[in-house]
């Protein structure tokens, strides 16, 4: 599947879902599809930051790198069910996405959905601009990088490039938790992606993910095991401008990821029920 197919399929049916295969190996023996995932995983992260290093990345390039990763979980036995794109479909312009955040994957796999739609970038831990190979590429999309230690400066830093990022036609796509976890919790969960909404005037897509597929490692967060028994799950809200107060729209995306990982089976913390 090209990357022009994917997007023309996101622009009609408004959804994605994984074809059905019989992948008995790696649906029966995990190790295998952890195997099969990071060698084919490692391969295309390498492909693509030589391509960043010689070329602009950014568009269709970035968005076919994306791509290869969906197919990558694909062939380790990961299915999924990506909806909710009709209202932000007819929407023109840049939003904030405001995600919950389970893994790597997270990162590696909304591009090649979300350039479909209009340029976009992220908000990103400074740390992943230092990593070996995958920080070249996070380098070339343009990031906004924050310290995580300092929340006022942080605040400060996404409010202002955010807007002007925004003011130039990009979306931005914002994480607004500590760390990633399988396991929701809205406490730990801020509204700097609301705040930023708001102060560019711009509407908010709540977006609900669920992607343990890929693990968190023990050793090395970003490398944990895959579970090919885990379907994953992409939902987005409807864009909606930040009026009144910015709390309210916080409370709302925060009901709507509780509402979509409880369908699902995710794990949330009780103390937010």
């Not at 796999?109 to 908000?123: E, M, S």
């Not at 605040?155 to 938790?177: A, D, W």
Request: hydrophobic share 45%.
């Amino acid at each position: 599947m090209t990357i022009d197919l994917f997007w023309h399929l996101l622009k009609s049916e408004f959804s994605y879902q994984s074809p059905r295969k019989r992948r008995f190996l790696v649906k029966r023996f995990h190790g295998w599809a952890t195997l099969i995932y990071y060698l084919r995983l490692f391969h295309i992260i390498l492909v693509e930051s030589l391509i960043a290093r010689k070329n602009p990345y950014e568009g269709k390039t970035w968005a076919k790198g994306s791509l290869d990763i969906l197919k990558i979980v694909e062939s380790a036995g990961g299915e999924f069910y990506i909806s909710g794109l009709k209202a932000l479909n007819r929407y023109q312009g840049p939003v904030v996405y405001v995600a919950n955040h389970m893994s790597l994957l997270d990162t590696l796999i909304l591009p090649c959905i979300l350039l479909a739609f209009g340029k976009v970038t992220f908000v990103v831990k400074e740390g992943l601009l230092r990593y070996p190979v995958l920080g070249i590429i996070i380098k070339a999309i343009h990031p906004i990088a924050v310290t995580r230690e300092n929340p006022r400066q942080d605040l400060k830093t996404v409010i202002n490039q955010g807007v002007t990022l925004i003011s130039r036609g990009c979306s931005i796509i914002i994480f607004p938790q500590a760390t990633r976890s399988a396991i929701f919790n809205a406490t730990a969960f801020n509204s700097l992606g609301v705040k930023l909404a708001q102060r560019a005037g711009v509407p908010v897509v709540p977006v609900a993910l669920k992607t343990d597929f890929q693990g968190n490692g023990k050793i090395i967060k970003d490398m944990g095991p895959v579970d090919p028994t885990k379907t994953l799950y992409i939902k987005f809200g409807n864009p909606e401008l930040v009026e009144g107060k910015a709390q309210d729209m916080h409370r709302r995306v925060i009901a709507f990821i509780l509402q979509n990982l409880g369908a699902w089976g995710a794990q949330v913390d009780s103390n937010v029920l």
